[in-house]
Nanobody
């Protein structure tokens, strides 16, 4: 099992910045990928950014150039630096962890943190 604790959401004006953090604990030795998804009201959950153990990253087109994902392996923590925020970035952001054990994939989700971009 992996436990995830998120922090860093809140209310910010358009053009502002926020940094989300997600700390993993538990069976962290076989984590393959960490990242963030988001879900706006009435919408499906969508990928925001992922970072793999080797350092490769993926971003949604809508956040490229504005968001940066990073990972501190010593702290088992993944971060999402969000700059130039727009109202359409408003959503609940969920931390995601994928691991493989015994050849089987396992996925874990954080509890979600609200990000609201509004003037």
């Amino acid at each position: 099992q992996v436990q995830l604790v998120e922090s860093g959401g809140g209310l910010v004006q358009p053009g502002g910045s926020l940094r989300l953090s997600c700390a993993a604990s538990g069976s962290i030795f076989s984590i393959a990928v960490m990242g963030w998804y988001r879900q706006a009201p009435g919408e499906q959950r969508e990928l925001v950014a992922l970072i793999r153990g080797g350092g490769s990253m993926n971003y949604a087109d809508s956040v490229k150039g504005r968001f940066t994902i990073s990972r501190d392996n010593a702290k088992n923590t993944v971060y999402l630096q969000m700059n130039s925020l727009k109202p359409e970035d408003t959503a609940v952001y969920y931390c995601y962890v994928g691991r493989i054990e015994g050849g089987k994939p396992y996925t874990y989700w954080g509890q979600g943190t609200q990000v609201t971009v509004s003037s």
